[in-house]
């Protein structure tokens, strides 16, 4: 179920953006192989390969593996910012505009 929902949503975004399989895999910086096999749905993927795809893509988790999710693909203002004392000095990190959960790294 998860390879598929991930293969149809690689094999949309291609299709929407003109990109090649080749293209594709080097905005991931992923193998043209090995994304190939994620298009076609021959493979499970690590955790690290799905955040290689959503940067790639520039798109987030949700926008790319929920098939109704195409309100999600696009951009939202972050409208919230967590601030924390730390040794080093003041850190932020932005907040999720949908769900609020603090953004450590950037997707």
Do not use: W
């Amino acid at each position: 179920m998860f390879s598929d929902n991930l293969s149809h949503a690689v094999l949309r975004l291609c299709e929407v953006r003109n990109l090649t399989y080749e293209m594709a895999s080097a905005y991931c910086e992923l193998s043209s192989r090995y994304f190939g096999d994620i298009a076609r749905g021959r493979t499970n993927i690590s955790i690290l390969t799905l955040e290689k795809l959503c940067n790639g893509f520039r798109i987030t988790p949700d926008g790319l593996l929920l098939p109704d999710a195409d309100f999600l693909q696009q951009s939202v203002a972050v409208s919230k910012v967590y601030c924390f004392r730390e040794i080093a000095g003041n850190f932020s990190y932005p907040a999720c505009p949908h769900c609020h959960i603090k953004l450590e790294r950037k997707y």
